[in-house]
């Protein structure tokens, strides 16, 4: 499976914007980009995915590189209750379903009020 | 809509026993996952069901196993209880590709388990 890389851990402040970076040089040309949060004792959340054009959605938009070798989720308000795990994931889709899905360590987001 | 529901929330066990989880996915969810976590390893994949089939398998020792009931439902065991297995195992589910999947996994709550 790739592998995707982020910090470990970031922090931001109420009210602007936060931008999660995720890196994925080896993602190959059938790899979705998913992320996904995890808040305190709950199960992990979907935020949004893309493959290659930038997407927009109620909760985030998640900008993706053009060689696609990294990708960037923004949050444009940050609220408390964005504090979270944010994992970046590969999904590859060749071959019909895959729902494996390989979670790294994440990027812990810290919002302070 | 009602989420992915699983139980128990929470259980104690001791060493050499045996567990069993269950997981009630989405309704109209064909496919179910399992995932382990832990604080050192992280979220690790275990296995996935689709109509009744196991269709991906993680790395992980026979010990562990899962089914899927016509239903949808997915239950997973555990045997032979380690110490190493306390952990919080999380359930999700799915809509097929063919039906316009956007892949999106929704998550359970999770169990969480202890060997003592």
């Known amino acids: 499976d790739a592998k995707t890389t982020q910090p470990n851990s970031m922090e931001s402040n109420e009210e602007e914007p936060v931008h999660l970076p995720c890196n994925h040089s080896t993602i190959s040309g059938t790899d979705y980009i998913h992320w996904y949060r995890q808040l305190p004792s709950q199960g992990p959340e979907y935020v949004i995915h893309g493959l290659t054009s930038n997407v927009n959605n109620r909760m985030a938009s998640l900008a993706i590189a053009e060689d696609r070798k990294s990708s960037t989720l923004i949050l444009h308000r940050a609220t408390l209750r964005d504090a979270a795990v944010y994992y970046c994931?590969?999904?590859?889709?060749?071959?019909?379903?895959?729902?494996?899905?390989?979670f790294g360590k994440g990027t812990l987001l810290t919002v302070n009020p | 809509k009602a989420g992915v529901t699983q139980t128990p929330r929470y259980l104690i066990k001791t060493r050499g026993q045996q567990v069993t989880l269950s997981c009630s996915p989405i309704s109209g969810h064909r496919s179910v996952s399992w995932y382990q976590q832990t604080p050192g390893q992280g979220l690790q994949f275990l296995f996935e069901y689709f109509s009744e089939t196991q269709r991906n398998k993680g790395n992980f020792p026979g010990r562990f196993s899962g089914r899927q009931f016509s239903n949808s439902r997915s239950e997973m065991n555990v045997s032979t209880l380690e110490l190493g297995d306390s952990a919080l195992y999380l359930c999700a589910s799915s809509f097929p590709l063919d039906r316009g999947d956007t892949g999106e996994l929704f998550f359970g709550e999770g169990s969480r388990l202890t060997v003592l």
């Open positions: 994931i590969l999904r590859d889709s060749s071959g019909g379903s895959n729902y494996k899905l390989t």
